[in-house]
């Protein structure tokens, strides 16, 4: 994984923002990025609400299932991400961190979570650009293209 950055999106119940951010990002790197969402106290599962505005956008959610966030994977990461989970999340000398304070999808409405994907949809392309300056970001998922 030389040279490939790896990116951590951390929030608390790794069911909706940080799993947003994630799948964003992988759709968008095009592998050139690692990303992965872990939560502090991972729920059972991701916010079905999350799941099908998600889906509706031509993105994969089945293969999501929410993850315990250690001090190890944040260690791995070149940025962390935090979505919430404040001081919950392990702090790791050298890493960077950048919070992101987005609005929690769970329990929305179809508009509510709309709205939280754009946020975070616009948050995320701009951090693959800074990460891999040379990206050729594809059409963003909420455009159509």
Known sequence: MSGVPQVV?????N???SVISRVLAEHYAGGR???LSAGTQPGERIHPEVAEVLERLGLDTSAERPELLTRETVAASTVAITLGCGEECP???GVRYV???V??????????VRAVVA???ARVRGL??????????????????
């Open 33 to 35: 990025v690692v990303a």
């Open 91 to 93: 702090y790791v000398p």
């Open 15 to 17: 069911g909706g923002r």
């Open 103 to 112: 609005a929690d999808p769970g329990g929305q409405d179809e508009a509510g």
């Open 9 to 13: 999106f951390a929030c608390v119940r």
């Open 119 to 121: 946020d975070l949809d």
């Open 128 to 145: 693959l650009v800074e990460l891999v300056p040379d990206l050729a970001l594809p059409p963003s998922v909420l455009t159509g293209g």
């Open 99 to 101: 919070d992101w304070p």
